[in-house]
Every structure is written in C-alpha cells, then in structure tokens.
C-alpha cells in the first residue's frame, strides 16, 4: 500500500495588538517569541487527526485552537488524510502576546503549504480567524494579521486590504507581564468591559493619534508614534484590570519609553523605544521596578518588530 509522507514546519511570531488608540486595527510582530508547527502527512482514506502540543494550552481538539484551524481547513478543502501535528508553544498564553494567534496563524499557513491549497493572505486571515473566535470569544484580526504578515499591520476588513509597514530600524519594544490572576477567558471578559457607545471628543483624539502612530512608522520617527499611542477609549475602560498601568507607563517616559500601551487585553505592556538615542534595557528596568515597588512580580524581555509566519523546515 502506498504511504506518502510530507513534512512541513511553520513559526509565527507573538504580537502586540491595538498599540493604543488602534483596538482590533493596528498590530506589531514580535521577533520572539513564536510557535512552531510540524504537520506531517500520510495517505488514507480518511480525515484524522493525532495532535500533540508541548506547552500550557488545551490538549482537546475541540478546544485549541492550532487544533481547530486544521480541522477547518480539512473539512473545507476534503482533505483526506492522516495528518500528524505537532505544536511547540513558544508564546505564553493569557498575557495579552496574541498566542491564540500565532497557534491559528501557524496552522492555517503550514496547510496552506503542506497540501499547496494556494490560499492567499485574506483566506489564511479569515481561517485564522475562526481559532481566534474559539480562544478569545471574537474574530479580531490584529493579532492574526501581525502574526502572518511581519512588521507593523493594519488589519482588514471586508471592503479594505491588510497593510504592513515595516518599522524603523531603531525600534525596541520593551514587554512586560505581571504575575496577576486575570479572568477565565480573559480576552472575553475584557472586551465586555468596552463601552457601547463613544463620545465623539474622544473618537476624534483617536483618530490623530492613530494615524501618528502610522505617520511615526512610515515616516520612522519613534517619537512620533510613541506619542500617537495614547488611547481615550479602551485602555480606561480596562483599567480595572490593570490597576498598576498607569504608574508602569509613568516609570517608563520617565526612564525615555516614547510611548506605552497595554498590550491587546493585557495584562503585558508594551513600551516603543528609540535605541538609537535611549537605552531599551533602562525602560525595562524601570517597569519592573515599578511593579516590584507594589509588590507584584514581573518578568519582561527586549526585543524587535519581527518577521510573519514562514516556512523552517
Ligand atoms: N484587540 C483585541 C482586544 C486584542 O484588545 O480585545 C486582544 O488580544
């Protein structure tokens, strides 16, 4: 009997989403952490599935979302086979990094490529989606749309094309995530906290200061962008859940972050530095300390804007 094996493995990077005034739009990839994929294929007559994951996430099919992906993808494009998958979860789930994301993004772009289905950025997206919705309790696309395509993204909607920019050379993003109990299906309960209806004052402060986050990334002037990350609508609906943020962020611009936003639902915060003229590891040093100042433990990294998803092995 013929047995045909093919092996691919894919890595997507962790995210940072909304960067303040850009909820469910603007999203950045992170050069690490990521999640890997290895999908192996062989012949049968059949759709099945052995999944294994190696980290902090839902072992049932049903419930994660790398899982899910596959099964979509399988059911819409009658696939039959045996599909071997296994996961390696590099982004840590909960803090607010896009790791239902990248688990979704992974698995719909190493299909795309191990079954040559020729799908294109919109239906990698729209896949994505569904593991996001499985995760998170919503189809956001910002986490996805970082995740797949690298770089600072905006994400699409039905009438209107994803974008990526790439970042200044000289961007540091300084992550921090403290060590606090969040909600069960956080990503949920925080979206319930967002108000149903804007006042047009702070719809209008928004907007220019979403498109100084734009302007700062095309134009590569961080200060720019740092500024434009200020938020008049969800960051202070979220501030319960974040009850430290503020004096985080303070600690921040003291020691030369250019801006600081929660990161997606949180509880992570992301800080933008120039590397070129301030040092990325004193911002860090100095959000840590604000937390440990309030008893919280902390842990947090440097790092860069990062590439999409892509194809390792
Ligand atoms: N835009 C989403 C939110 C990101 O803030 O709810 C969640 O990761």
């Known amino acids: 009997m013929l047995v045909l094996h093919r092996t691919v493995v894919a890595a997507a990077p962790a995210s940072c989403a909304n960067l ?41 099919q049903e419930k994660n979302a790398a899982a899910f992906v596959i099964s979509c993808i399988a059911r819409k494009y009658r696939i039959r086979k045996r599909i071997k998958a296994r996961l390696r979860k590099g982004v840590p789930v909960g803090v607010g990094l896009g790791s239902s994301a990248a688990s979704s993004v992974v698995s719909a772009f190493a299909m795309n490529k191990v079954f040559k289905l020729g799908m294109d950025v919109m239906q990698i997206l729209a896949f994505s ?17 970082a995740s ?6 905006i994400s699409p909607s039905r009438f209107t094309p994803p974008v990526s920019i790439k970042p200044p050379d000289s961007l540091a993003l300084c992550v921090v995530t403290p060590q606090v109990d969040t909600p069960e299906r956080k990503t949920e309960y925080a979206r ?84 070129s003229k301030r040092k990325p590891r004193s911002v860090l040093d100095s959000m840590l300390r604000s937390y440990r100042k309030s008893g919280i433990k902390a842990e947090g990294f440097v790092t860069k804007p990062g590439k999409g998803a892509r194809i390792v092995g």
Not at 148 to 153: E, K, P, S
């Open 129 to 145: 989606s569904e593991g996001e919705k499985l995760c998170s309790g919503a189809a956001h696309l910002d986490n996805i749309t």
């Open 192 to 275: 319930s906290l967002l108000p149903e209806k804007v006042g047009l004052p702070d719809v209008v402060s928004n907007i220019r200061n979403a498109s100084l986050v734009v302007a700062g990334m095309a134009l590569s002037d961080i200060d720019m962008l740092g500024m434009g990350m200020e938020d008049y609508i969800v960051e202070r609906s979220r501030l319960k859940m974040n009850p430290h943020y503020p004096s985080v962020k303070l600690e921040a611009k003291k020691a030369g972050a250019s801006g600081v936003c929660i990161s997606g639902a949180g509880p992570s915060i992301l800080a933008v530095v120039d590397s």
């Open 20 to 60: 303040g005034p850009g909820f469910d739009v603007f999203g950045i990839a992170l050069c690490e952490p990521e999640d890997r994929i290895e999908l192996e294929v062989e012949d049968s007559s059949t759709f099945s599935l052995d999944f294994e994951v190696e980290g902090n996430v839902p072992r049932e």
């Open 148 to 153: 797949l395509l690298g770089g600072f993204t």
